[in-house]
Nanobody
Framework: QVQLVESGGGLVQAGGSLRLSCAAS????????MSWYRQAPGKQRELVAD?????????PDSLKGRFTISRGNAKNTVHLYLQMNTLIPEDTAVYYC??????????WGRGTQVTVSS
């Protein structure tokens, strides 16, 4: 089992930046890749970025250049980050951390709210 806890959300003005963090604990050695998703009110959850165990990253075309995913490993935990720049009101959503293991089992965090004011 893997536990994920997000932090770093909040209220920011349009044009500002935020850095989200996700701390993974538990069976972290089994983690194959990690992602950030977001879900805006009334919309489906969508992929924001993902990163594999070897550091390969992917982003939707609409977010390339503004968002950057990164990952850091420590002794008993793994940290996932999302640097978000030039935020716009449409980025307002709950942002979720997601991890998958070698058996493709998926784990979700509870999310952190990001609100961008115009």
């Amino acid at each position: 089992q893997v536990q994920l806890v997000e932090s770093g959300g909040g209220l920011v003005q349009a044009g500002g930046s935020l850095r989200l963090s996700c701390a993974a604990s538990g069976s972290i050695s089994s983690i194959n890749g990690m992602s950030w998703y977001r879900q805006a009110p009334g919309k489906q959850r969508e992929l924001v970025a993902d990163i594999t165990s070897i550091g390969s990253t992917t982003y939707p075309d609409s977010l390339k250049g503004r968002f950057t995913i990164s990952r850091g490993n420590a002794k008993n935990t793994v940290h996932l980050y999302l640097q978000m720049n030039t935020l716009i009101p449409e980025d307002t959503a709950v942002y979720y951390c997601y991890a998958w293991d070698s058996r493709l089992r998926g784990y979700w965090g509870r999310g952190t709210q990001v609100t961008v004011s115009s």
